[in-house]
């Protein structure tokens, strides 16, 4: 029971460590008091922020979907997890962006330029986005 002057008091659990309270009866070391202080936390934004909505921690400070996590996920296009290839350099079949955006390619109906594509598909395009030579 909580006396005048305690925050918590759990009795003979006091001071029993994470998740109670100190032996001097305020709280210990928690899920949700916005601190990573536990092996088992992931992660801990405070108990009001821990949602689990993406890119965010769980109620059980674990860490909710996340561009990364190797899970393809709300408004993500593609998640290869470490596999992401930074935007930058990103350009191939089968690519996956670290913005969890599928990467340009040779045959994906753009012509991107910046990685020397002079045309995307048709007749007179090769497998490798350049224009063929006409006779």
Do not use: R
């Amino acid at each position: 029971m909580v006396s005048h002057g305690e925050k918590c008091d759990e009795g003979p659990l006091n001071g029993a460590g994470y998740g109670h309270c100190t032996a001097t009866c305020t709280p210990g070391p928690s899920c949700g008091d916005g601190v990573v202080d536990s092996p088992q936390e992931q992660c801990d934004l405070g108990k009001a922020n821990n949602t689990g909505a993406y890119g965010t921690c769980n109620p059980d400070c674990t860490l909710a979907p996340y561009c990364g996590d190797g899970v393809k996920s709300g408004a993500e296009q593609c998640d290869n997890g470490k596999a992401n290839v930074p935007s930058a350099t990103a350009y191939g079949p089968n690519l996956c962006t670290n913005f969890c955006k599928v990467a340009p390619f040779c045959g994906d109906g753009v012509i991107q330029e910046q990685w020397n594509e002079q045309c995307d598909g048709g007749p007179h395009c090769t497998a490798d986005c350049l224009i063929k030579d006409i006779p």
